[in-house]
């Protein structure tokens, strides 16, 4: 079964176009992500499937029923969390996690429980007097999503949950969902942060308005065509420059302390060893290497236009 | 290394609100020249000390010098010697590149000399002297990022403070901006940045991590990682602000 039907789906903003012509079916209980940067036009389709605009060309349905026409009946079924912070900022903490149960008619029991879960995972609890708006940027993304879990939607829509949200609450984030998901709900996310695709059964990478690859997180790693390898070097920017000069890479990346290299044909240990002496030993070791999704989407961004 | 050598330094730095101790006692020193990260969990009260080192907050208690600055007493005088910029690159939209170079000029008070002076080397330096009069929002992201932080550094600040510049940016940008950070780094700038990206803790040379209002570890990442015998900061910042949540919950 189909929980959202994309279909050519268009939208511009006078001369902007901001989503051009995606196409994407979201499984019921899936969970699955639409992964890339700010002004990709994740949000364009977020907001769109939650009613709140418009195609201008192609279509979309929730549950099979019509974005354009079924607004209310989609609004029912859906949870939606917002990318910018929506929640009022003169409630407390408490406050709005309990407006937000009452307003879905969470019963007592359910809520006093769900309440419980809810801080455990936000550690909230702390702060639950105090204002919602004189939180940090990142509690406040932890009491949004807080308040669209409180009633277990049957489709959950989350914009950038975890902007501006350290590590150890990432983390505990996607535990989380996972859990939700595992009740059979239905969840569509968007985020920057790359590593979040291995969380999700299926993700679309978001660039510029387009998809240029859906598939399982595993799959779009096998498809991957290049050699790749992560090198440690005694100077990452020198080792860099030696590499770029070398002109036999596909790919030059930093990620922390390494680099991922990608060739365009298989280096063999007699190169390594060659460049090894040529680059007057700042080259330490090299190690072929499974590609992340943050190495996939770089390639596919490839040499797309920044202006664009 | 003497004091005078210290872009940043502070001791058992303190701000309370109410009841509630946002930062506790802590004590730093940032070296000049140094790309010092910032981390910590939401909520550890990175956003209060950088408010106070930026001299807009008073402390409740503690002392820091900024720029050889005392941070109770001089703190007009630090806003003229730090910069600052956020994740949004604070660039508007609808002026042209030129107007905002002019915009930031006159916030900092710069001399219409300076300022012509600082404006031609600042647009040669990002590549937008033959664009000066394009409207910003034509500018392709890299540029944008190049010329925001350049007006940032407009009044020349010896310490400029980077407040998740990479949030919801591209992984190609991400990687851009810190060729950046470096760049600024080589101009003898000291850098005191923030982020949640893991591997970008990884481009620091020291790197603290807070977690309720104090400091639990400040190294140079590949120090902290040898000690937590984890191959990457992510691993090293969830080992470390986990055993301080665990710790916390066994004192109650």
């Known amino acids: ?308 | 290394m003497n004091q005078n050598e210290w872009a940043v330094e502070t001791h058992n730095l303190t701000r309370r609100f109410g009841k509630f101790v946002a930062v506790d006692k802590i004590s730093l020193q940032v070296a000049k020249g140094e790309i010092f990260g910032f981390l910590g969990a939401n909520g550890a009260g990175k956003t209060t000390v950088i408010r106070m080192l930026s001299g807009i907050l008073a402390p409740s208690s503690g002392d820091a010098q900024v720029a050889g600055l005392d941070i109770y007493s001089q703190s007009e005088k630090i806003k003229t010697r730090i910069g600052y910029m956020s994740q949004k690159f604070s660039l508007y939209e609808d002026l042209t590149i030129e107007e905002n170079i002019n915009f930031y000029g006159g916030i900092y008070g710069l001399p219409p000399d300076l300022l012509a002076e600082r404006k031609t080397s600042l647009l040669e330096r990002v590549g937008l002297a033959e664009a000066a009069r394009r409207m910003t929002r034509d500018l392709p992201l890299g540029f944008k990022q190049r010329l925001a932080l350049g007006c940032s550094l407009l009044h020349d600040p010896m310490i400029i403070f980077l407040d998740e510049p990479t949030s919801g940016v591209d992984p190609r940008a991400r990687r851009n901006f810190w060729d950046l950070i470096y760049e600024t780094c080589d101009l003898g700038k000291t850098v005191f940045v923030t982020t949640h990206f893991m591997d970008e803790s990884e481009y620091c040379h020291r790197v603290s991590i807070m977690n309720d209002g104090r400091i639990i570890a400040l190294d140079e990442p590949f120090k902290l990682k040898k000690k937590y015998n984890k191959t990457s900061m992510q691993d090293v910042f969830i080992t470390i602000v986990k055993n301080e949540i665990g710790r916390k919950q066994g004192e109650q």
């Open chain 1, 1 to 308: 079964m189909t929980a959202i039907e994309i279909k050519d789906f268009e939208k511009n903003y006078g001369e902007i176009k901001a989503v051009k012509g995606i196409s994407l079916d979201i499984g019921k209980g899936e969970l699955f992500g639409l992964i890339g940067p700010d002004g990709a036009g994740k949000t364009t389709l977020l907001r769109t499937i939650c009613t709140l605009l418009v195609p201008d060309k192609g279509s979309i349905h929730v549950n099979g029923l019509d974005v354009t026409r079924n607004i209310s009946d989609i609004r029912m079924i859906l949870g939606y969390m917002p990318q910018r912070f929506s929640l009022y900022q003169d409630l407390t903490v408490e406050q709005n996690l309990r407006f937000f149960a009452d307003l879905f008619q969470v019963p007592a029991e359910e809520k006093t429980r769900r309440l419980a879960e809810l801080y455990r995972f936000s550690r909230l609890e702390p702060f639950k007097s105090r204002q919602a708006g004189a939180l940090s940027g990142g509690m406040k993304q932890k009491l949004a999503l807080s308040c669209a879990l409180i009633h277990t939607p049957e489709i959950l829509i989350l914009d950038e949950p975890t902007f501006g949200v350290d590590p150890v609450s990432r983390d505990e984030f996607w535990q989380i969902l996972q859990r939700i998901r595992e009740d059979g709900t239905t969840i569509l996310v968007s985020t920057a942060y790359m590593d979040e695709a291995n969380q999700c059964d299926r993700v679309a990478l978001f660039f510029n308005g387009k998809i240029p690859a859906i598939d399982k997180p595993d799959n779009l790693r096998r498809n991957y065509k290049y050699p790749l390898f992560q090198i440690q070097a005694t100077n990452i920017r020198a080792m860099a420059e030696f590499f770029r000069e070398l002109n036999l890479t596909h790919t030059i990346q930093a990620f922390g302390d390494t680099l991922h290299i990608s060739f365009a044909q298989l280096p063999d240990d007699n190169l390594w060893t060659q460049w090894q002496q040529q680059s007057g030993g700042i080259l330490r070791s090299w190690e072929s290497m499974e590609p992340s999704i943050e190495d996939i989407f770089l390639d596919q961004m490839g040499g797309a236009d920044e202006s664009e």
